[in-house]
């Protein structure tokens, strides 16, 4: 059975840090890369940094150079760490594999506001 629980969203003002983190399965953490999506309101889900199992990473240009993703293989566990952050980077976080796939199961994710 797939779990995938993501952590650690909240409010911060514009220019702050938080750290997400996503534990998931073995099943399908082990064998895929792993990515950070995001979904604003009235707006489709997007993805913003992937890691492969043999850590190579990828970002969308839009977080580039601010957000690190990094996984935990011995812990099923992939972080982002969202650095000056902005405003339009508020939405709810989810964790998945990429590509992901129709029916995959998603988490309830984790808010996270940017606000002064």
């Known amino acids: 059975q797939v779990q995938l629980v993501e952590s650690g969203g909240g409010l911060v003002q514009p220019g702050g840090s938080l750290r997400l983190s996503c534990a998931a399965s073995?099943?399908?953490?082990?064998?895929?890369?792993m990515g950070w999506y995001r979904q604003a309101p009235g707006k489709e889900r997007e993805l913003v940094a992937t890691i492969a199992v043999g850590g190579s990473v990828d970002y969308a240009e839009s977080v580039k150079g601010r957000f690190t993703i990094s996984r935990d293989n011995a812990k099923n566990t992939v972080y982002l760490q969202m650095n000056s952050l902005k405003p339009e980077d508020t939405s709810v976080y989810f964790c998945?594999?990429?590509?992901?796939?129709?029916?995959?199961?998603w988490g309830k994710g984790t808010l996270v506001t940017v606000s002064s």
């Open positions: 073995g099943r399908i953490f082990s064998v895929n890369p």
């Open positions: 998945n594999r990429v590509p992901n796939r129709l029916g995959d199961y």
